[in-house]
């Protein structure tokens, strides 16, 4: 048993007969409560692999040169060691695919290159798929000398860019957004295409990450037998730590009136929690002003890149989207915790040196995500991911609002 910082905050990690080991993380929240969760971890020496299911379903895969994740609705999402990325549903249709490519410079040179290839997209909790695939562009960069894809933006024609920058002839009426998220100030109805544009990045990427949470298939991941026996196991784990440290003065004096036996872990509640994220209005006004930056960039033809954000002078209030869901670990604690497709974050520290990772602080996050407020470790390949699902989904934001702007209901 570990104990952390705080009071009532501490690991229990337990070995199995198997080689197996699991670790049972309390914490104690700023609000009193007391948050447990919980993994249970096999390492593969012959293949190399470590792998960690966690109480509420999740499936975690550490390679040689892989991390595989699985989520609420069991669909999996794969980080390859040479910068590709992919996701498949449960019964192995894929999502998206990337490829290497190549192509030529205007200079005549033969370029590297990322194609993407999206078979599905999420709609009302379930995969759709395109009736054609749609294909992006990504050009190979390097962080810290890992290959990471950067998105290359599609070009329209310059006259499309015309209706982003006039309001509206007639104010269009939008409803469906409060499904998913709450603005500190509601809108029904919307006279600046920009704004609007602004809101529907936020509350679509909520939405898509709450799809990703949602049970797909016949069984749940919650109710799967593994998640379903480490909840067991982690019951009995903290039982008998609580009678060990009662029956033993040392060890209760060592723990300093911990409260092993806590509330309920809340996995339960979390899973397929439909309750709105709360978004401050200081938030929605920063993606407002992001994504105006962004369509100004796509007009240009420009990317969005990480190194350009930290070189700004707006790198400490930027906000990054995540665009797939991320384990990742609290800067303070190391205890795990889950980003989710939507779930905003900011800077904590701006990244200095050669470090592979960021401190950020959590902004607004969805019901099984990590708190916000809390301060984690996201590696900068990942942040650079998020620039990239950020200027694809102004892309296709864009297209949205101009239907919405001919039919005046979005």
């Known amino acids: 048993m570990v104990p952390h910082g705080n009071r009532n905050s501490f690991d229990i990690r337990q070995k199995n007969p198997d080689g197996s080991q699991i670790v049972v993380s309390q914490q104690q929240l700023p609000d009193g409560t007391k948050r447990v969760t919980g993994f249970k ?49 449960p019964d192995g249709r894929p999502v998206f695919q990337d490829r290497f490519t190549s192509f030529r410079d205007q200079d005549g040179s033969e370029r590297r290159a990322i194609e993407r290839t999206r078979y599905a997209r999420w709609w009302n909790g379930r995969p759709e798929y395109e009736p054609r695939p749609v294909i992006r562009q990504y050009d190979v960069v390097y962080i810290h000398g890992a290959p990471v894809a950067q998105y290359r933006p599609s070009r329209f024609v310059p006259d499309y860019y015309r209706g982003y920058y006039a309001r509206f002839a007639v104010p269009v009426v939008v409803a469906a957004a409060a499904t998913w998220v709450a603005f500190a100030s509601p809108v029904t109805s919307y006279n600046d295409p920009l704004a609007l544009m602004g809101d529907m990045q936020i509350s679509s990427a909520f939405e898509e990450g709450y799809a990703y949470s949602t049970p797909y298939g016949a069984t749940p991941v919650y109710d799967a037998p593994a998640a379903a026996t480490l909840r067991s196991q982690m019951t009995t784990v903290r039982q008998h730590v609580k009678a060990s ?38 938030v929605r006004q920063q993606v407002r002003k992001q994504v105006r930056l962004s369509v100004a960039m796509h007009q240009n033809g420009r990317p969005l890149v990480l190194a350009d954000v930290l070189a700004s002078g707006y790198a400490r209030i930027y906000l990054f989207q995540t665009a797939q869901p991320l ?34 602080k959590v902004v607004a996050s969805g019901s099984s995500s990590c708190l916000p407020g809390e301060v984690v470790l996201v590696r900068l ?26 039919s005046g209901k979005c």
């Open 245 to 282: 440290v009662q029956g033993n003065a040392a060890l209760k004096d060592q723990m300093a009136g911990v409260d092993v036996q806590a509330a309920s872990s809340r996995v339960q509640e979390a899973v397929g929690s439909a309750v709105p994220i709360q978004i401050p209005e200081e």
């Open 327 to 360: 384990n990742v670990a609290q800067a303070s604690a190391g205890v795990e915790c889950f980003l989710n497709t939507g779930d905003l974050i900011g800077f904590s520290k701006l990244p200095a040196g050669e470090g592979a990772f960021a401190e950020m």
């Open 41 to 89: 971890q096999t390492d593969d020496t012959r293949d190399g692999t470590t792998t960690r299911v966690y109480a509420d379903g999740r499936l975690v895969t550490q390679g040689r040169d892989f991390e595989r994740r699985s989520v609420g609705s069991g669909t999996s999402f794969v980080t390859h060691r040479n910068g590709l990325r992919e996701a498949v549903l």
């Open 381 to 406: 390949n990942d942040l650079q991911e998020m620039l990239n699902g950020f200027s694809e989904r102004v892309e296709e934001n864009m297209q949205r609002v101009s239907a919405c702007a001919a």
